[in-house]
């Protein structure tokens, strides 16, 4: 099922508490892949525990060099095309009970999502079932054979023995379909949650430019707030019309802000879905905020804002509207705002440069 960030992340905490609860069930192992360090250590207090009642912790990280992690929590570090650095899970196994979140990030965002970090979408999966965190471990401990310390597999495979070893009651089917409807009525929730977001969001004047009807920089400041480098990409196009610096100066305030408003409308017909943002720099400097897309979108996007500006001369003030552009899709964070817009003034009209 799709998964917001924000359920996911209060599934990974139940999970994680349900293991801080099996202090007398032992050996207990927790595996938890958490894409990158930066996610990790929001955590760490709560894995320090987990491990420090002897529980085997692994946790799985998007990392060149080993982590400097707390003592008892191991890890196996992912290469980025790794298909596990696109995962978020946590499973828990015990001789007596087990559980499991399994997570796809599918690098998109829910539109009604007040920022991009709590509108990531995920296809995921959860159990509270002993027999499928058992499988879930195998999983795990096939993938990082070969990429941790073999002390590392010794102690999962001495948690995995000790499961076989014990009797199976095939676990609460009472309890998986209580918890199912409370996770389900969560997610209609916070869904609801991020639609009353976003309707707030909507009417904050001082996040809005008046002439245009285009975001500011403070609501792309607050909108990006707390990602991450490395996750979701996302595709940035920078414009610049040179005509409006001087245009107040030449035909007067009116013809500067119908020029304006023309310009605002131009960038909403570009912005093909909800999640997609316009954010107005400077004066006449633009930029376009596209999550999850990649240059041949950038392009067209480019094609179809260069055409509405040239048919803005056919209305007041009459003047001919020649936008310079340039464009990235980045994974980092901070997004590489600056570099997008110098390029973009300096760019030659038409052409589009994508920046690596």
């Not at 399994?102 to 539109?111: H, I, N, Q, R, Y």
């Not at 990235?328 to 052409?351: F, G, I, K, W």
Request: neutral net charge; proline residues 6%.
């Amino acid at each position: 099922m799709s998964v917001s960030k924000r359920l996911l992340v209060a599934l990974s905490h139940a999970i994680e508490r349900f293991a801080l609860a099996g202090a007398d069930d032992q050996p207990t192992l927790v595996i938890a892949m958490f894409q990158r360090l930066s996610y990790f250590e929001r955590e760490v207090e709560m894995y320090r525990r987990i491990a420090g009642q002897g529980t085997v912790t692994v946790v799985g990280l998007v990392e060149d060099l080993p982590p400097a992690l707390p003592p008892g929590i191991d890890h196996v570090l992912l290469d980025e095309t790794d298909p596990l650095a696109r995962e978020w899970s946590v499973t828990v196994l015990s001789p007596r009970s087990g559980a499991c979140l399994v997570a796809l990030d599918t690098e998109t965002v829910f539109e009604d999502s007040p920022t991009l970090e709590a509108g990531r979408r995920f296809e995921g999966s959860w159990s509270f079932r002993r027999e499928d965190a058992y499988h879930e471990v195998l999983r795990l401990r096939r993938a990082m054979a070969g990429r941790t310390a073999t002390s590392t597999l010794d102690r999962i495979d001495e948690v995995l023995r000790a499961v076989v070893a014990s009797p199976h009651d095939g676990g609460d089917s009472r309890l998986e379909a209580s918890m199912r409807f409370v996770t389900d009525q969560m997610e209609r929730a916070l869904r609801g949650e991020a639609r009353n977001d976003r309707q707030l969001d909507d009417a904050r004047e001082d996040d809005r430019d008046r002439a245009t009807g285009a975001r500011t920089p403070a609501f792309l400041h607050r909108w990006t707030a707390g990602g991450t480098s490395g996750t979701l990409p996302m595709g940035l196009l920078g414009l610049r019309v040179p005509e409006i610096e001087s245009m107040r100066r030449s035909l007067g305030m009116r013809a500067e802000y119908a020029a304006l408003e023309a310009i605002g409308q131009s960038l909403r017909q570009v912005l093909p879905q909800r999640a997609d943002r316009a954010i107005r720099i400077g004066a006449g400097d633009f930029l376009l905020l596209f999550p999850a897309r990649h240059a041949a979108d950038l392009a067209r996007y480019h094609d179809q804002v260069q055409g509405h500006l040239r048919r803005c001369e056919t209305r007041y003030p009459f003047v001919p509207l020649h936008g310079t552009a340039a464009a990235a899709v980045t994974r980092n964070r901070p997004l590489p705002v600056d570099e997008v817009m110098s390029a973009a003034r300096y760019s030659a009209p038409q052409h589009l440069p994508i920046l690596a």
